[in-house]
């Protein structure tokens, strides 16, 4: 799938007012379960926004399918291709780095794989994720600093990080050159629900 930020914007809109006409909610019922705001839910649905990573994941919760979900029409496959250079782009940095959302499962037990990118100088801060979720990544190319919570650590192209994706969490490239590296996150048990932690809208 390769949309542009319009296109995946009307995408996701479509796929949230679906799943809320599917439980029968309100735009007031589903701003309440998912922790945001209703104009946030409005904007959303008229894919007149692209929210945040943080924001999709508290909508995709309370509506108990998984951020995969959000970025594609509902359907039943044995097997998805992901070509390369497709995905959902999801995080866009200031100076060209992106968040690009490659595969992913359904709930409960949502697992999605990401190819990160990383211009010199940038950064990507992540709120706390549901509780039990676990965060694997590699880096490909680059160096790349990963803080979690009080602790940081220093990647080299080929070092492999796993850590609870449950506490506030970072990504930053320190160096000249561009980073890029593999992510894949666990989330067990994705269902309805508010989140607790506080959005970054």
Do not use: C
């Not at 894919?47 to 994941?57: D, E, F, M, W």
């Amino acid at each position: 799938m390769d949309l542009d930020a319009e296109s995946l914007a009307s995408v996701i809109g479509s796929r949230v007012r679906h799943e809320r006409t599917e439980h029968g909610w309100t735009l007031d019922q589903l701003a309440e379960h998912a922790g945001v705001s209703r104009r946030m839910v409005v904007n959303v649905e008229q894919g007149a926004v692209n929210p945040s990573i943080g924001t999709l994941l508290r909508l995709s919760d309370a509506l108990g399918v998984g951020l995969p979900a959000l970025v594609e029409p509902p359907r039943r496959e044995r097997a998805k291709l992901t070509r390369a250079g497709e995905g959902a782009a999801l995080w866009q940095g200031e100076a060209g780095g992106r968040g690009v959302l490659v595969a992913g499962t359904e709930p409960p037990d949502v697992v999605e794989l990401w190819d990160w990118t990383l211009a010199p100088g940038e950064a990507h801060v992540s709120e706390a994720h549901s509780e039990g979720t676990r965060e694997l990544l590699q880096v490909r190319e680059g160096a790349l600093v990963v803080a979690v919570a009080d602790e940081s650590f220093t990647l080299a192209p080929g070092d492999a990080l796993a850590f609870a994706g449950d506490e506030e969490h970072s990504y930053a490239n320190p160096g000249d050159d561009l980073t890029r590296f593999t992510l894949t996150v666990f989330e067990p048990g994705v269902g309805p629900g508010p989140r607790t932690e506080t959005p970054h809208a």
